[in-house]
């Protein structure tokens, strides 16, 4: 897929930052699909991108634009936010086990990042809902619940949790990666309360 700047004429495309990830590249498959333009925000670093970026293209030619750019750069960001229809942010460092070894840099990717995106939105597009892949590493060990193994699968001992943790859960943030995700979660979050953007946070566990 060749990198392009983000198409003006496609004005009701969706945004997708770290959409030549899995989620991302799937998501972009399904929209375009449908008919709806997208435009992939990404920095291509993931094993895979390159691949997922050339499927992207063969399936959908006219539909599918990539931008080469990192969240990290707020004047990139704000350049492609501005005149899209809708934001879905996934662009993230995902690991746990990164973030142990760099911290700083799983900061400024989770973190500032998400800012970034945020701020693009509320100065250049404010009308743009925004969609955020959040992690339940937010909820931490979850202290006081207890898992059985039923199968081959671990799942939880008290049935009320067998579709998920309760958003009432009290937020425990765990390890580097759960704190920088659980700062932008809670930042997308207040964006809404403080300068009223349209916003929502995934809480997701792990993706396949």
């Known amino acids: 897929m060749r990198a392009t700047r983000h198409p003006r004429h496609q004005d009701r495309a969706v945004l997708i930052t ?33 691949e997922n970026a050339a499927w992207l293209q063969d399936r959908h030619p006219t539909r599918i634009e990539l931008v080469h750019g990192d969240v990290r750069e707020p004047a990139a960001v704000g350049g492609v936010v501005a005149g899209v229809a809708a934001v879905l942010h996934l662009a993230a460092q995902v690991a746990v086990t990164t973030s142990l070894h760099d911290p700083i840099e799983d900061f400024e990717i989770n973190a500032r990042g998400t800012l970034n ?12 809902p925004l969609v955020f892949a959040s992690t339940n590493k937010v909820y931490g060990e979850l202290t006081g619940h207890s898992f059985v193994r039923r199968g081959e699968r671990y799942m939880p001992a008290d049935d009320r949790m ?8 009290p937020l425990d943030l765990h390890s580097p990666y759960g704190c920088s995700k659980g700062a932008a979660d809670q930042y997308v979050r207040d964006y809404a309360r403080v300068y009223g953007l349209r916003t929502a946070v995934l809480r997701m566990s792990c993706i396949y």
């Open 18 to 50: 770290g959409g030549a990830g899995f989620i991302g590249s799937n998501l972009a498959d399904a929209l375009a699909a449908r008919g709806t333009p997208v435009v992939i925000f990404d920095n291509m670093s993931r094993s895979g991108a390159h």
């Open 117 to 128: 995106v945020l701020e693009a939105i509320r100065l250049r597009n404010p009308r743009a």
């Open 162 to 169: 067998a579709s998920g943790v309760s958003e009432a859960a």
